[in-house]
C-alpha cells in the first residue's frame, strides 16, 4: 500500500510564496499535484510525466515549479506569486503499479 503524506499549505497574501510537499511510502516516478477549489473540478497543476519531464496548467506556468528528492521519495511544488485564484485543497498523487494514489490533501489560501 502506497502511503502519500503531504505538508506545507497555509494561509498567504497574494504575491507570496509557499512549497509543498509530498513524501511516498515507496520511490514512484510518475508523481505530480492536482488542486480543487469549492464548486469546481479537481484539476490537474503540475506532474512529472515521463523520466524528468513535466507538465503544468496554464494558469501557473511561471510561476509554480515541480521538482523532486529521489532520495527522500519526495516531491515538491514551489509556489510563487501566488493569486486569491490559487486558492485550493492540494492533492498530491502517484501513479503506481497502474493505480492511482492520492495523499490527504492540504489546504492553500491566497488573499488578496
Known amino acids: 500500500q502506497v502511503q502519500l503524506v503531504e505538508s506545507g499549505g497555509g494561509l498567504v497574501q497574494a504575491g507570496g510564496s509557499l512549497r509543498l510537499s509530498c513524501a511516498a511510502s515507496v520511490p514512484i516516478n510518475h508523481m505530480g499535484w492536482y488542486r480543487q477549489a469549492p464548486g469546481n473540478q479537481r484539476e490537474l497543476v503540475a506532474v512529472f510525466t515521463s523520466g524528468s519531464s513535466t507538465n503544468y496548467v496554464d494558469s501557473v506556468k511561471g510561476r509554480f515549479t515541480i521538482s523532486r528528492d529521489n532520495a527522500k521519495n519526495t516531491v515538491y511544488l514551489q509556489m510563487n506569486n501566488l493569486k486569491p485564484e490559487d486558492t485550493a485543497v492540494y492533492y498530491c498523487?502517484?501513479?503506481?503499479?497502474?493505480?492511482?494514489?492520492w495523499g490527504q490533501g492540504t489546504q492553500v489560501t491566497v488573499s488578496s
Open positions: 498523487n502517484a501513479l503506481y503499479m497502474f493505480r492511482n494514489y
